[in-house]
């Protein structure tokens, strides 16, 4: 679906991996380059701005109807003749890919997924730790979150090379087709049971909350149970990246026991 809006607070580093003008944007289409974001000139009706838009929807990738202005901020190049697109800086895998990646190894499937997480440098960090921890892969939700950007590419410090990541349309409807399939899952949220009081072991996914709000309410209430971490300091919440790390090296500790 496609969004008419200013995009103030658009994530700065989306300059990075972009692509500007209408022919170099068709093409990078038809090359099957992964494009994750479109900004299109508010109100144009060409052709090639049709083309575009057509392509876009086939592909799946979001459609960002702007100003002028906005355009002109984003540009690198002062001619974007309209458009912009932000291509991802690694393709996509598909949840599939995730659960064979856990039958390879004849594991139970351990995946992590993110709720809405914004933050580039946590969405680079988060995917190390996944490959540290031993997880088969990430999910990132299609809308409002970043996607596979330089930036998350060098803050998960070549990690992004090993853990898949797919990027799914409805988080939710991800969340019911895999529980069909076995799986359990858990968010964190401060006011949930302990995590050592929790049982992580089995076929598990681990969701993340937005570095703001948390965890969504409809996410939530697809989750089997909540986990908190305790915190003895003054202040009451942990960065995203860091919470995911915590509460994956429970899930770890707690598959080695078992083992």
Known sequence: METRENFENEEQNLQSNQIEGRNAVLEAFRAGKTIDKVFILDGSQDGPIRSIVRTARKSDAIINFVKKERLDQLSQTGHHQGVIAMAAAYHYAE?????????????????????????????????????????????????????????????????????????????????????????????????????????????????????????????REQCDFTASIPMKGDIDSLNASVACGVLSYEIVRQRMKKG
Not at 157 to 175: D, E, H, I, S
């Open 95 to 219: 949840v599939e890919d995730i659960l064979a990646a856990a039958k390879a190894k004849n594991e139970d499937p351990f995946i992590i997924l993110l709720d809405d997480i914004e933050d580039p440098h946590n969405l680079g960090a988060i995917i190390r730790t996944a490959n540290l921890a031993g997880a088969h892969g990430v999910i990132i939700p299609k809308r409002h979150a970043a996607g596979l950007t330089p930036t998350v590419a060098k803050a998960s410090a070549g990690a992004l090379n090993y853990t898949p990541v797919a990027k799914v349309t409805n988080l939710t409807r991800t969340m019911e087709e895999l529980k069909k399939q076995g799986m359990w899952f858990v968010c964190a949220a401060m006011d949930g049971d302990v995590m050592y009081d929790c049982n992580l072991t089995g076929s598990i996914g681990l969701v993340i909350g937005n570095e703001g709000d948390g965890v969504s309410r409809l996410v």
